[in-house]
């Protein structure tokens, strides 16, 4: 059964950091590139940083660059995305998502809420 478990969310300060997880099980995790998303209330999910499959490639949405990072382990079969000097709008709720071109596969999280307010 393909899984991925995003864990991490909370609410936090304006400035402060948080670190999402999201654990991935049921598929070889290693062979996808990994990307997080996030969407806002009444807001377009759009895409906030990717990973290739072997983690030696990350792109980043211009909001975050500089600020998010997204790291990979594949022997845990786990991707996170550091964020750092967290702004109000921030808040949405994050997804990972797991991708292989060849077959054009696609894997969801449920999401985690991520609240940046003082």
């Known amino acids: 059964q393909v899984q991925l478990v995003e864990s991490g969310g909370g609410l936090v300060q304006p400035g402060g950091s948080l670190r999402l997880s999201c654990a991935a099980s049921g598929f070889p995790f290693g062979s996808y590139y990994m990307t997080w998303y996030r969407q806002a209330p009444g807001k377009e999910r759009e895409l906030v940083a990717y990973i290739s499959s072997t983690g030696g490639s990350t792109t980043y949405a211009d909001s975050v660059k500089g600020r998010f990072t997204i790291s990979r382990d594949n022997a845990k079969n786990t991707v996170w995305l550091q964020m750092n000097s967290l702004k109000p709008e921030d808040t949405a709720v994050y997804y990972c998502?797991?991708?292989?071109?060849?077959?054009?596969?696609?894997?969801w999280g449920q999401g985690t809420q991520v609240t940046v307010s003082s």
């Open positions: 998502k797991a991708s292989r071109r060849w077959d054009g596969s696609n894997y």
